[in-house]
């Protein structure tokens, strides 16, 4: 496969980048990475960020150094293979993993570092198990419950005991917890509804951990939280581990999110930006830019100008992004920070992260699991 050069080279300005480009606000960035160090620390718990967000072992091991992590969470074994082979040690893959040539390489992976799975199923359970076995591994497993999302993982209580029993049982298997998370419990805007909603989570995370004491099975971590209710999850006393993953970047639906005085989420600055040129502005008080569909996700609605609350976007299409301009302000050749409506897809469709500070660009890393969705 031919090597896609990254968009920038170190000391480039702004205006040396090739657009459209995946450009981070390293300010922006690491004082995010900060903020949730100090609020877990606070809390008593610890971070495992969430991989899946930014997709590259350099800022995955960048959340460990400075961010405080503990390791990092992917949705996929090549996500996490992606992770391991840049460095990162320890790696939960928060899904479940399901046929016979992704379980025989997450067990290879196990051999290489800590290695953490959620499991749903008593049948699955057993294949885990026999292909450790045949590795020489023990590997790690969270009993998945299905706290209200409706999409994986068993029954709180009884179902979630009898499929840790199930986990416990085997020599090749250790049984480490519970993963309990509510997906989109995260971006309901209002307050009070998202706090009610993570409060019926925590009242079944909470009764489930009881009830395995009461089997002598122990909860060594309870995990879930995302960036819009994390605080709810750290200040339950049940949850011991967050997986937040979008607070380094965030995004337009995060920015819509609110606190408990109505304002918008603003915690977390916005790190995460696609560097876009205007290519037109033949019609008048309108500007086309050079993103479009293929470098940005519109699947939670059309990006913003960042800082020009003067221009709307009217419309995304493969390679453009239209602006309304009504006073003509952008000139061709002028650069946009436009900020996308989600994250996380978002940069699956680049293959570079453009670190910029001061104008200037500090560093660029590689999107090392861009893809990786097996």
């Given at each position: 496969?031919?090597?896609?050069?990254?968009?920038?080279?170190?000391?480039?300005?702004?205006?040396?980048i090739l657009?459209?480009?995946l450009?981070i606000?390293?300010?922006?960035?690491?004082?995010?990475?900060d903020?949730?160090r100090?609020?877990?620390?606070?809390?008593?718990v610890?971070l495992?960020?969430?991989a899946k967000t930014?997709k590259s072992?350099?800022?995955?091991?960048?959340?460990?150094?400075?961010?405080?992590?503990?390791?990092?969470?992917?949705?996929?074994?090549?996500?996490?293979?992606?992770?391991?082979?840049?460095g990162?040690p320890?790696?939960?893959v928060s899904?479940?993993?399901?046929?016979?040539a992704?379980?025989?390489?997450?067990?290879?992976?196990?051999?290489r570092?800590?290695v953490?799975?959620?499991?749903?199923?008593?049948?699955?359970v057993?294949?885990?198990?026999?292909?450790a076995?045949?590795?020489?591994?023990?590997?790690?497993?969270?009993?998945?419950?299905?706290?209200?999302?409706g999409?994986?993982?068993?029954?709180?209580?009884?179902?979630?005991v009898?499929?840790?029993q199930?986990?416990?049982?085997h020599?090749?298997?250790?049984?480490?917890?519970?993963?309990a998370y509510?997906?989109?419990?995260?971006h309901?805007?209002?307050?009070?509804?998202?706090r009610a909603?993570?409060?019926?989570?925590?009242?079944a995370?909470?009764?489930?951990?009881?009830?395995?004491?009461?089997?002598?099975?122990?909860?060594?971590?309870v995990?879930?939280?995302?960036?819009?209710?994390?605080?709810?999850?750290?200040s339950?006393?049940?949850y011991?581990?967050?997986?937040c993953?979008s607070?380094v970047?965030?995004d337009?639906?995060?920015?819509?999110?609110?606190?408990?005085?109505?304002?918008?989420?603003?915690?977390f600055?916005?790190?995460?930006?696609?560097?876009?040129?205007v290519?037109?502005?033949?019609?008048?008080?309108?500007?086309?830019?050079d993103?479009?569909?293929?470098?940005?996700s519109?699947?939670?609605?059309?990006?913003?100008?960042f800082?020009?609350?003067?221009?709307?976007?009217s419309?995304?299409?493969?390679?453009?992004?239209?602006?309304?301009?009504?006073?003509?302000?952008?000139?061709?050749?002028?650069?946009?920070k436009?900020v996308?409506?989600?994250?996380?897809?978002?940069?699956?469709?680049?293959?570079?992260?453009v670190g910029?500070?001061d104008?200037?660009?500090e560093?660029?890393w590689?999107?090392?699991a861009?893809?990786?969705?097996v």
């Amino acid at each position: 496969m031919p090597v896609i050069p990254p968009p920038a080279k170190v000391g480039d300005t702004l205006d040396d980048i090739l657009t459209p480009a995946l450009i981070i606000d390293l300010d922006a960035f690491e004082a995010n990475l900060d903020r949730l160090r100090a609020r877990c620390e606070t809390f008593g718990v610890r971070l495992r960020a969430h991989a899946k967000t930014h997709k590259s072992a350099d800022i995955g091991l960048q959340q460990m150094s400075r961010g405080g992590a503990c390791g990092v969470c992917c949705q996929k074994v090549s996500e996490a293979e992606a992770m391991v082979a840049g460095g990162v040690p320890d790696v939960l893959v928060s899904n479940q993993v399901i046929g016979a040539a992704r379980i025989a390489r997450l067990v290879a992976l196990a051999g290489r570092a800590r290695v953490i799975v959620c499991v749903d199923d008593a049948g699955n359970v057993d294949e885990l198990a026999e292909a450790a076995a045949a590795a020489g591994v023990t590997l790690e497993c969270l009993v998945e419950i299905d706290t209200g999302m409706g999409r994986c993982g068993v029954r709180p209580g009884a179902e979630g005991v009898a499929l840790a029993q199930r986990v416990a049982g085997h020599p090749s298997l250790r049984f480490s917890g519970l993963q309990a998370y509510d997906g989109r419990a995260q971006h309901v805007y209002d307050f009070d509804k998202r706090r009610a909603r993570i409060e019926g989570v925590v009242a079944a995370t909470r009764d489930t951990v009881a009830a395995l004491k009461s089997a002598g099975l122990d909860c060594a971590i309870v995990g879930g939280a995302g960036t819009g209710t994390y605080a709810f999850e750290a200040s339950s006393g049940v949850y011991n581990e967050l997986q937040c993953g979008s607070y380094v970047f965030m995004d337009v639906d995060y920015g819509r999110v609110q606190e408990a005085d109505g304002a918008g989420l603003s915690e977390f600055a916005q790190s995460l930006f696609v560097l876009s040129t205007v290519m037109s502005v033949a019609v008048p008080g309108t500007a086309v830019c050079d993103a479009g569909l293929k470098a940005l996700s519109t699947d939670s609605g059309p990006p913003v100008v960042f800082g020009r609350e003067d221009l709307e976007v009217s419309g995304v299409s493969d390679e453009h992004t239209i602006l309304l301009d009504p006073g003509d302000s952008l000139s061709l050749g002028q650069r946009v920070k436009l900020v996308p409506g989600h994250c996380d897809p978002t940069c699956n469709l680049h293959d570079w992260y453009v670190g910029v500070r001061d104008g200037r660009v500090e560093t660029v890393w590689p999107v090392s699991a861009r893809g990786c969705v097996v």
